[in-house]
């Protein structure tokens, strides 16, 4: 049986062992002991039967507690014990009442009525024949020693040792014979301990824990005295020992609690990655925040960079033993609740700042015991495993000071616009005082209370020697003055990217997590790269929206080699308008698509040499238009993406046919649906600029895809990494088909209309695109390192006045300052054609009809095609421009020529 992790068969086994040692040790250092004691059985009394049965009977019933007892006061306590003057101990009472109450009292009875209920069935046999030997019992006083005549009755013996036994004994549930001899006829019953005694004929041995070597004299004999005080004292033994064992067992439970405790602590190495829950943190690649939401620190430095004077400031308020004990300042909580009592106020904490950085990042502001216990428990292993000077400096970037700030540099910040360095001793102070209570004692809600405190601080530093009596007054004289300033943390660096990394987030972090909160999210973006981008898109929308028509712009950039973006803008102000262009708007790309359908074209085998005519066609009811409605005949494939000419690029999808394009482009990065039609070769599907841009990386990365992200890490609340970015590229293209379709569009760049975005000191290959209307104007570009695309339109998707060209012009614009000082790298040659096969295997579109030659008027009507229409005066519907497109030139600025004025003539009256 276990209870409360003690095992009482065990306990009480023990407590017999020593009870039997300790009574025989009386028993043999007795100076009234008479001489036969150590022989004797105790049996050589004059009580008659009767007696020794209702002793016997008293003695076996006195365990019984009544269901109804309540504990006993100290005065009936007390009553058990009656003094005489003639006796050198108190005499207890014969029926164990006292000790029946102190079961009670201690609140074990169900434990010992479980006992007893066991004691009951082992035993019931042998005292119920116990009971019917009574009557026959001897009333012989004296025995020879060693020797025992026939019918011996023994009660429940656990240990006979090196006894003799005459015939006729009986043995009943004998736990151990050790080394003795039992005659016929005699009877032994359950005996704790029969040392080395010899009973006579019908003689019964009680059930006693322990039958001392005595012989109990006749009542009127001299001996008997001593046997009172030795009978007085086994109670009080008892109650002694099992008050001193149950503590025992208290206190090794307690201590067990303890190591449970302990065990279960959090590792303690990692504070300095910690964060609160509900907090967000995003950083760049350089670890410079963007952004930060919930109860954050901004701004974390090493103890080095915080002045030692604000440091010592705190620890002279909050723990000026810090440095002399282990966690937990027995002294100083002692000290504080008298410094407390006599200033009537809080003055003081108890708790030591390694608590309070426990309390902060392990625990909660929960009042209960076993958080105490646990707070203590925490201190004491960080100051086991951090030095006094990690937790300071954990303690100081991390403590609340109230106002939204965490940290002595954010509430620096935040009350007097100032950085530590550059605090006064009185600001000092005043932060200082902010723990306990920062809402109270803060110089922005509460002045007169703010300088109170902080004259508390001052004074405090004055006695702990930090600072002289003359510094102390002069601070304490300084007037409250206070500069608030929002929370850093509230402002955001590169907001469009950090909004693109919080809904990228769940993609690769559990809801949990999410919820928890206390992330730390490391992100891809180059600085130096988003800054200038964000400019290039300000003056874009600025210079040239005001004159083409557009009022927003975004602009993505993406390392090719390893799919991290770089920079990331999508519009001109992010407090106008937090839509973002370059990840949530959907919009139909124009011709920059074909560079997607010519790779298809390149990987199903073709040649960039094979030709296709230009010429009025109309297949299943469409009719693909080049810009004018002019048609140039017969056109290489090269060609015909430099010049950005329309049918040419639909004959060739039908060629490719609908699936396997689709697939590529969808292989390349393109996430959106794309239709399967013909129009689908001039970007009549809708696309974000991150995918298309992301698309067009695989191109520069010779085929082979990595999917753009901004995140790298994931880290949560504790330092561990929950997440970390392990993109490997994919081959969805081969190597010889990318070379071909980045050796046209180099192409498109030196020759056709990429013309604007040209860098002086090394090649690039892109594409432009203008939707229908010129509502959308494009042009994603590359160099073997870095892939960019760049959008120019209107959220309402009103036309603009503007060219592809001016998007191109924007692109070199960011690239000529991003990639400055980059390594030139080449684009691969152009490979061998000649017997070239393809990747991919073409599927060729099969169209229910073609018409040649005719062209379909506004009205729907199909008539011949005519090269030199009449003009009218009706807008004919935009359709890409094709080689006529002229390259977009930035205007230069002519000086007016100086006339000199006419003579001057006088005005006739």
């Known amino acids: 049986m276990r209870f409360e992790g003690l095992n009482v068969s065990e306990f009480f086994s023990n407590i017999k062992d020593k009870l039997s040692k300790v009574t025989k040790g009386v028993g043999d250092n007795s100076d009234l ?15 008659s039967p009767p007696e020794l049965s209702g002793r016997i009977t008293g003695e076996r019933s006195e365990y019984v507690i009544s269901e109804d007892a309540e504990p006993p006061e100290e005065s009936e306590l007390a009553s058990e014990y009656s003094y005489s003057e003639q006796d050198e101990f108190p005499i207890v009472k014969r029926d164990w009442e006292g000790l029946r109450r102190l ?56 240990e006979l040792q090196e006894n003799s036994a005459p015939p006729n004994t009986e043995l009943q549930i004998n736990t151990e014979l ?62 002694g020992l099992g008050v001193l064992s149950i503590g025992s067992g208290a206190l090794i439970y307690g201590l067990w609690i303890l190591y449970t405790l302990d065990k279960g602590l959090p590792d303690v190495n990692d504070l300095s990655a910690f964060n609160r829950d509900g907090t967000l943190t995003i950083k760049a690649a350089d670890n410079t925040i963007l952004l930060q939401s919930g109860p954050a620190t901004r701004d974390k430095l090493k103890l080095k960079e915080i002045p030692e004077l604000l440091t010592k400031a705190f620890i002279a308020i909050e723990d000026r033993r810090f440095y002399e004990h282990r966690g937990v300042d027995y002294q100083g909580i002692v000290r504080s609740i008298a410094s407390n009592v006599i200033a009537r106020d809080l003055v003081q904490g108890g708790s030591t700042i390694t608590q309070q950085l426990a309390r902060v990042v392990f625990l909660n502001q929960e009042r209960s015991l076993k958080r105490k216990v646990r707070e203590a428990l925490l201190a004491q292993k960080i100051e086991r495993e951090l030095t006094k000077e990690q937790v300071l400096e954990r303690y100081l970037n991390l403590v609340y000071l109230g106002s939204d700030a965490y940290g ?49 601080v001052l004074q405090q530093m004055q006695e702990s020697k930090v600072i002289t009596e003359a510094q102390a007054k002069e601070a304490q004289a300084e007037p409250i003055k206070v500069k608030q300033s929002q929370p850093k943390r509230f402002k955001v660096v590169a907001p469009y990217f950090a909004s693109y990394i919080r809904k990228e987030l769940p993609r690769y972090v559990s809801k949990d997590a999410l919820e928890s909160g206390g992330l730390t999210v490391e992100t891809t973006v180059d600085l130096k790269w988003q800054k200038i981008a964000e400019q290039v898109i300000k003056d874009a929308i600025d210079v040239d929206g005001r004159r083409q028509g557009f009022e927003q712009a975004a602009l993505v950039s993406i390392e090719a080699k390893t799919g991290e973006v770089k920079a990331l803008v999508g519009g001109g102000s992010f407090k106008d308008s937090q839509f973002n262009r ?16 010519y790779a298809a074209a390149m990987g199903a085998g073709f040649s960039p040499y094979d030709s296709y005519e230009d010429a009025p066609i109309i297949i299943d009811g469409y009719q693909p238009n080049n810009y004018g409605k002019k048609f140039s005949g017969w056109r290489s494939i090269s060609d015909a993406l430099t010049s950005s000419v329309n049918v040419v690029a639909v004959r060739v999808l039908m060629d490719v046919g609908f699936e396997p394009a689709i697939k590529l482009a969808h292989d390349m990065g393109i996430k959106s649906k794309l239709s399967p039609i013909y129009s689908l070769a001039l970007g009549s599907s809708e696309v974000n600029l991150l995918e298309l841009t992301n698309a067009y990386g695989t191109l520069a990365s010779e085929g082979n895809f990595i ?5 790298t890490k994931v880290i949560d609340q504790r330092g561990d990494v929950i997440y970390k970015a392990d993109f490997k590229p994919k081959r969805v293209l081969d190597k010889d088909s990318a070379a071909i379709t980045t050796w046209m569009l180099e192409g498109v760049v030196t020759g056709g209309t990429g013309g604007p975005a040209s860098l002086g000191d090394r090649a690039v290959a892109g594409k432009t695109g203008t939707s229908e209307k010129v509502r959308d104007l494009w ?25 592809s060209g001016t998007a191109a ?41 073609i018409i040649r030659g005719m062209i379909m008027n506004d009205d729907g009507a199909i008539v011949p095609y005519n090269p030199n229409p009449e003009p009218k005066h009706r807008e004919p519907a935009y359709q890409e421009p094709a080689y006529q497109e002229p390259a977009y030139k930035e205007p230069a600025y002519q000086e007016p020529a100086y006339q000199e004025p006419e003579r001057y003539q006088e005005p006739r009256y």
């Open 33 to 47: 002991e008479s001489p036969n004691a150590a022989n004797s059985t105790g049996l050589n009394s004059s009580q």
């Open 178 to 239: 050790q080394e003795s001899i039992a005659p016929p006829n005699t009877k032994l019953q359950i005996n704790t301990e029969v040392q080395e005694n010899s009973a006579p004929l019908n003689t019964e041995l009680q059930i006693n824990t322990e039958l001392q070597e005595s012989i109990v004299p006749p009542e009127d004999s001299a001996p008997q005295k001593n046997t009172k005080k030795r009978l007085s004292r086994r109670p009080k033994f008892w109650i």
């Open 408 to 456: 002595v540099a954010d509430a620096a910040w935040v009350f007097f616009s100032k950085s530590v360095d550059k605090l006064t001793l009185a600001e000092m102070a005043t932060l200082a005082g902010l723990p306990p209570a920062p809402s109270e004692y803060s110089p922005l809600v509460n002045p007169d209370i703010a300088k109170q405190r902080r004259n508390i």
């Open 582 to 597: 370059a990840t949530q708007a959907l919009r139909q790309p124009g011709s920059t698509f074909k560079g997607l359908v």
């Open 809 to 849: 012009y924007n692109w070199r614009d960011f690239m000529s300052k991003a990639v400055k000082g980059m390594p030139v790298q080449e684009f691969p040659k152009l490979p061998k054609l000649e017997g070239r096969k393809g990747s991919i295997k073409a599927k060729p579109v099969e169209p229910k009809e």
């Open 103 to 158: 079961i009670v009292w201690l609140e074990i009875e169900p434990q010992v009525s479980s006992l007893q209920e066991k004691g009951k069935r082992l035993l019931g046999p042998g005292l119920s024949l116990l009971g019917n030997k009574l009557p026959e019992q001897s009333h012989s006083s004296e025995l020879p020693e060693n020797s025992a005549p026939p019918n011996t009755e023994l009660q429940i013996n656990t």
């Open 707 to 711: 999917e753009a992200h901004g995140i």
């Open 779 to 803: 042009f994603i570009g590359y160099i073997p390192q870095v892939v960019t695309g760049v959008w120019l339109g209107n959220d309402d998707n009103y036309p603009t006045g503007g060219t």
